[in-house]
């Protein structure tokens, strides 16, 4: 079963900051990798979305990276903001339909 | 487009009592699930479907039943809840299989509680 882990679980950095998060997963068969973000209290919005034969993703401050052979996808946010304040969650497809998630990494800006 | 809907909002139950979590899309996506998200934990896929009348389970599918009449609805039924089924329901859909190049809409979520 595909393991997804993300390290940290929280993280605080001042505004403006670029900062990097991690997820990992076991199994590197995957079709694709997801990244979301989810607000408190609501649904996830999906991010980015990168395929298993792709490298990186990028939508305007944000880039995903992917290297399946060691398992580990991150996603890059430049001059963060407080907005960006949310908890992130990455999800890994290994299967025609599932998607196996992380827990997320909460993060706050702080202006 | 109201994208996905899920109603209630909210609701609390009592052990053994019955109900249905409702979950509608109107972007004509034929793959829609079900997950839930327990604190430490990953969301976890409860049912999917890949078109009206067209059903399979996922990975915690016990306790939960789904039907797909219509491209449109995708109701959860929970025969006779349990404690173990308190958690946030999010209902997904997509407009193709996962595996495909095919964005996850997500909808707000039903924390549901049973005493």
């Known amino acids: 079963k595909q393991e997804v882990t993300q390290i940290p679980a929280a993280l605080s950095v001042p505004e403006g900051e670029n900062l990097v998060l991690n997820c990992s997963f076991t199994?590197?068969?995957?079709?694709?990798l997801q990244w979301f973000r989810q607000d408190p209290g609501k649904g996830l919005t999906s991010l980015l979305l990168?395929?298993?034969?792709?490298r990186e993703q990028t939508s305007g401050r944000l880039n995903a990276s992917l290297d399946k052979s060691s398992g580990r996808s991150t996603l890059y946010i430049a001059a963060s903001q407080p907005g960006d304040s949310a908890t992130y969650l990455c999800a890994a497809s290994t299967g025609a339909n599932n998607l196996f998630f992380g827990t997320g990494t909460r993060l706050t800006v702080i202006p | 487009n109201a994208g996905v809907t899920q109603t209630p909002k909210f609701q609390v139950l009592k052990t053994g009592q019955s109900m249905t979590l409702q979950c509608a899309q109107d972007m004509n996506h034929e793959y829609m699930s079900w997950y839930r998200q327990d604190p430490g934990m990953g969301l976890r896929l409860i049912h999917y479907?890949?078109?009206?009348?067209?059903?399979d389970q996922g990975e915690v599918p016990n306790g939960y039943n789904v039907s797909r009449s219509t491209t449109e609805d995708f109701p959860l039924r929970l025969l006779s809840a349990a404690p173990s089924q308190t958690s946030v329901y999010f209902c997904a859909s997509s407009y193709g299989f996962v595996s495909s190049y095919n964005e996850q809409f997500f909808g707000p979520g039903t924390r549901l509680t049973v005493l």
């Open positions: 990168i395929q298993s034969s792709q």
């Open positions: 479907s890949v078109g009206a009348g067209i059903t």
């Open positions: 199994d590197s068969a995957i079709y694709n």
